[in-house]
Structures are given as C-alpha cells and as structure tokens.
Nanobody, 122 residues
Framework: QVQLVESGGGLVQPGGSLRLSCATSGRTFSLYAVGWFRQPPGKERERVARITRSGVITYYADSVKARFIISRDNAKNTVYLQMNSLKAEDTAVYYC???????????????WGQGTQVTVSS
C-alpha cells in the first residue's frame, strides 16, 4: 500500500509560481511511477505530468509543457511539481497518484492522494 499526501497548493496571481509536493511514507516508493493530475471545476480530470521510477523520463500534457516541471527525490519519498507562469486555466484540484510499472495509462494509477487546491486569480 502507498499513501500519498499532497501539499503546496494555494492562491497565486497569474504569472506566479507554486511548487506542489507529494509525499509518501511507503518504503517502496521508488518502485512506483508517479503522475500529477488535475480536475478544474466542472471539468474532467486530466493528467498533466508523470515521472518514471528512476526519474529519468518525464512526460507533460501540452497544456503545461515548458511551464511545469516534475521531479522526484526517492531518498525523501517525495515527488514535486514546479508550476511556473501560472494561468487562470490552471485553477484546479491537483492530485498525485502512484502506479506500479511505467504508468503510461491513467488506469495504471491505483493509489491517490486527497488533492490540493490551486487557484490562479488576481
């Protein structure tokens, strides 16, 4: 079992930055790919980034490419999402999730955090 806890959300002005953290107490965290997902109000959930177990390979949705950076520190059992140049349309609840294997499909993710709210507004 993997328990995930997100933190770092909040209110930020357009153009600002936030860094989200996804921490786990699981001892085998390095065996899991991790993804960041978001769900804007009234919209479907979408995956915005994922990182492989070693952290060597990362993927981004087109909507966040060149603005968001996903990284992980397996020694600290934590995955980060650095969000830069934030826009109003980035407003959403952000979730991290873990998948055994490479996590290339959304249905691979079986372990989820509770979510953290990110609001981008002036």
């Amino acid at each position: 079992q993997v328990q995930l806890v997100e933190s770092g959300g909040g209110l930020v002005q357009p153009g600002g930055s936030l860094r989200l953290s996804c921490a786990t107490s699981g001892r085998t965290f390095s065996l899991y790919a991790v993804g960041w997902f978001r769900q804007p109000p009234g919209k479907e959930r979408e995956r915005v980034a994922r990182i492989t177990r070693s952290g060597v390979i990362t993927y981004y949705a087109d909507s966040v490419k060149a603005r968001f950076i996903i990284s992980r520190d397996n020694a600290k059992n934590t995955v980060y999402l650095q969000m830069n140049s934030l826009k109003a349309e980035d407003t959403a609840v952000y979730y991290c999730a873990a998948a055994l294997g490479i996590g290339s499909q959304d249905y691979d993710y079986h372990y989820w955090g509770q979510g953290t709210q990110v609001t981008v507004s002036s």
